[in-house]
């Protein structure tokens, strides 16, 4: 059979017979002898100070073990760290289990143990609470008042922090411009609701004396250095299990208050705690992403470039500060893929009574993207021309790379235009421009709009990865990595990479992951990092089992390491194929007495892979829409994407990502928003509320690619992960203004929801 390279050959997931036909084997999926089963009684104010908790009542329940609050539970753990230290005090660090005050609806102060979940969830809602609701403010605008009410001590005014670059002449760029484009933009607030919502359980180990922990997490390092810090526990007595999971988005990156008050009962009471997270919890308790106002200004001439930027977010962080450098991101991105030398951008990150705002898909890159995209048609309606012309006159052109941004950032390789070409090529953009016309001058009550984003994004984040390649005696592959996957395939991509590295099956590779007892120490998985850090950690391993493998056929063929190649998956004598190895006979040798002295037996290696620099992929997309001016409804009639991530490792693997993600950001276009009312409710809680697309919302994509090479690992690949995500949000929400525009309308808030557009059209 002839040899195949497998890096960039379409392969089936080997993740996919074992979940398709009920065989995975998720968190809630867990159940061991004497489990007992945890419910959180949550704050139903936005504000308050707890005055008394009645658990009697709760204690009386069939079924019901412990009941505990904060103050009980106080002696068991440290508190969650939060905030920087501020004269040896951090006054927004809390306890997993609330103590005296509550800052959000869904905070918990209550944990019940019981022997069932409903026993667990009929005592919950036995505990009576006794709250003195205070003053909430819901809105990150409100919060900046003077009289707003005051959400923790050391931050004056909620403000967390301020972060900001300048650059050039700002001042000059605008006193000098010909035209002054401006424009305040809201990036809603989202859920982030993945299929299998926050998941733990918590064993006690008896070998350690310390825990294995069971949870949905994309962190397992992450999470067992945490869990250790806040229970006073070494690290390598807490074991943290990642099985499958059901996807995670950002949202699952950290430790949560519940996993260490799991960790904390079963420890206190030796026995095994489970608890599965519900969708109203999920709405309340997880974080959230997005929250963001931007006020954007550009100075610029007559042909569109853009020679001064101004760039004010606001960026709501909710009540506790847990992800408060993702708003940075943005700043960071605030030029993205055009070159514009005078620069003033600033952040201001706001505390509210709401859910905290964390990571999610794309975390503070896609609001950079939609801000910029935005402009640029806002550009073309003040300019009266081509949204595509636009950004062709401002885009940073291949020969500057690496192109030093003035917010400091060094972007690796580009071609910005070459992208937008080709998307302008595969949608037929000038016929969909003639068609508009067409129908606009027969007075067609469909209105159809076309929508351009263009995107670069920052990815691949350290500070390291791993990877352990070990060669069993019988020639097949197990690795173990630090990266912990949940739904993008990484099983799958490894071992395609470990082929074509090896020598060795596809078939014969095992890929294990999210177990910190067998995994070597790594970081996770999140921000587009698994194969740009991850898998170059595995091309590093496996260079070293490679050039041990050489070594040892040498011995085998009696020839020079320098006469032996790696070819067509055999190590053979340069020039002699007669005289070739494969690995499993190499590895029948590798574990035998038969070696030379120099040579240690075993073949396997372990090593990291440090990034030297982020990567950056790009792309451009086409969005093409029809609205129907009597109703306000969008649909989407076509959608094409150019994405640029480098050499793809699984094209199948790419185009599922890039689905995903597209689905994502159209969805925040047209759909999703998370409300809340002045007094901190939640609105949008529920599936009934919040609106999710369906397959119905999206037609069938078009999918292409330019293919531009990263110099800083060795694959030369940058991060799919969360491009879609980031190109379609403006993309679509252009093309519905571009609908519109001709009516005299040049701005609507996302998501633009039919009322909302219906309303914008009436006279």
Not at 616 to 638: C, I, M, Q, W
Not at 686 to 714: C, G, I, K, V, W
Request: proline letters at 6%; charged letters at 20%; a negative charge.
């Amino acid at each position: 059979m002839a040899y195949t390279k497998m890096i960039g050959a379409e392969v089936k997931r080997k993740e996919d017979p074992r979940l398709i036909t009920g065989r995975g084997t998720y968190v809630p999926n867990v159940n061991l002898p004497n489990m007992h089963y945890v419910g959180f009684v949550r704050s139903p104010f936005a504000h308050a100070n707890i005055m008394s908790i009645d658990t009697s009542a709760a204690k009386a329940v069939p079924g019901v073990v412990a009941v505990l609050t904060g103050d009980d539970l106080q002696p068991h753990y440290e508190m969650m760290l939060q905030g920087a230290e501020k004269d040896g005090v951090r006054p927004r660090a809390h306890y997993p289990l609330s103590i005296g005050r509550v800052r959000h609806i869904g905070e918990a102060i209550v944990a019940v143990v019981a022997s069932s979940a409903q026993a667990a969830a009929d005592g919950v809602a036995a505990v009576e609470v006794a709250y003195d609701p205070l003053p909430a403010v819901a809105d990150m605008m409100a919060a900046l008042q003077p009289d707003a009410p005051q959400i923790h001590a050391d931050a004056p005014g909620n403000v967390e922090h301020v972060m900001g670059r300048s650059a050039g002449d700002v001042d000059t760029a605008f006193a000098n411009a010909h035209k002054i484009v401006k424009e305040r933009l809201v990036n809603q607030r989202l859920l982030g609701m993945p299929m299998e919502t926050r998941a733990t359980v918590a064993v006690p180990d008896p070998w350690t004396g310390g825990l294995t922990v069971y949870t949905s997490t994309q962190a397992p390092h992450f999470m067992r250095r945490d869990l250790a810090k806040t229970l006073r526990l070494d690290e390598n007595s807490v074991r943290v299990i990642a099985p499958d999971v059901g996807g995670g988005f950002g949202l699952k990156v950290g430790m949560f208050p519940e996993d260490a008050v799991l960790s904390a009962l079963a420890l206190k009471f030796n026995l095994p705690m489970k608890w599965v997270e519900e969708r109203i919890e999920h709405a309340t308790a997880t974080t959230h992403g997005r929250a963001q106002i931007t006020d954007i200004e550009a100075a610029v001439d007559a042909n569109g470039k853009v020679h001064g930027l101004k760039m004010q977010v606001y960026a709501d962080i909710g009540a506790y500060p847990i992800a408060t450098d993702v708003p940075d991101l943005t700043i960071l991105m605030a030029v993205g893929t055009y070159d514009i030398q005078n620069l003033k951008a600033e952040v201001k990150t706001i505390f509210t009574n709401t859910t905290s705002v964390a990571a999610y898909r794309g975390a503070g890159r896609p609001e950079a993207a939609f801000y910029l995209e935005r402009l640029m048609d806002l550009i073309a309606d003040e300019l009266a021309l081509d949204p595509a012309q636009v950004r062709f006159a401002n885009f940073i052109a291949p020969s500057q790379f690496p192109y030093h941004s003035p917010t400091g950032l060094v972007y690796d390789s580009g071609d910005y235009a070459g992208a937008l070409h080709k998307a302008m090529t595969i949608s037929n953009y000038a016929e969909l421009r003639a068609e508009q016309a067409h129908r606009r001058a027969a007075g067609d009550k469909t209105l159809l709009g076309i929508g351009i984003g263009c995107f670069v994004e920052m990815c691949g984040f350290g500070p390291f990865e791993s990877a352990q390649v070990r060669v069993e005696p019988s020639g097949t592959v197990t690795v173990t990595t630090g990266i912990s996957p949940h739904g993008q395939g990484g099983a799958t991509t490894f071992a395609q990479i470990l082929s074509d590295e090896l020598g060795v099956a596809f078939d014969k590779i095992t890929v294990k992951y999210g177990d910190t007892s067998q995994t070597p120490q790594g970081v996770g998985t999140m921000g587009s990092r698994s194969i740009v850090v991850g898998g170059s950690a595995l091309v590093r391993a496996a260079g070293k089992v490679r050039r041990k493998a050489i070594q040892i056929a040498a011995h085998m063929l009696e020839a020079s390491t320098e006469d032996i190649i790696l070819h067509e998956g055999k190590y053979m004598v340069k020039g002699v194929p007669s005289k070739s190895l494969a690995l499993s006979e190499i590895a029948a040798t590798a574990y035998t007495d038969s070696m030379p002295d120099e040579i240690d037996p075993g073949l396997e290696a372990h090593d990291f892979f440090k990034p030297p620099s982020l990567v950056y992929p790009f792309g451009a997309h086409v969005a093409v829409v029809e609205v129907d001016s009597e109703t306000g409804k969008t649909r989407l009639r076509n959608y094409y994407s150019v994405d640029d991530c480098g050499p793809r490792i699984s094209p199948i693997l790419a185009a599922g990502q890039i689905h995903g993600g597209l689905a994502q950001g159209i969805a925040q276009a047209l759909l999703e928003e998370a409300n809340y009312d002045e007094s901190g409710n939640l609105l949008s809680g529920t599936l009934m509320d919040y609106a999710l697309p369906r397959a119905e919302t999206f037609p069938m994509f078009t999918l292409d690619q330019t293919n531009t090479l990263s110099p800083h690992n060795p694959l030369g690949i940058k991060g799919i992960g969360e491009a879609a995500t980031i190109g379609s949000t403006p993309s679509v929400a252009n093309a519905v203004i571009d609908a519109l525009n001709h009516l005299g309308i040049t701005h609507l808030d996302i998501p633009m929801k039919p009322e909302k557009v219906w309303r914008a059209m009436q006279p």
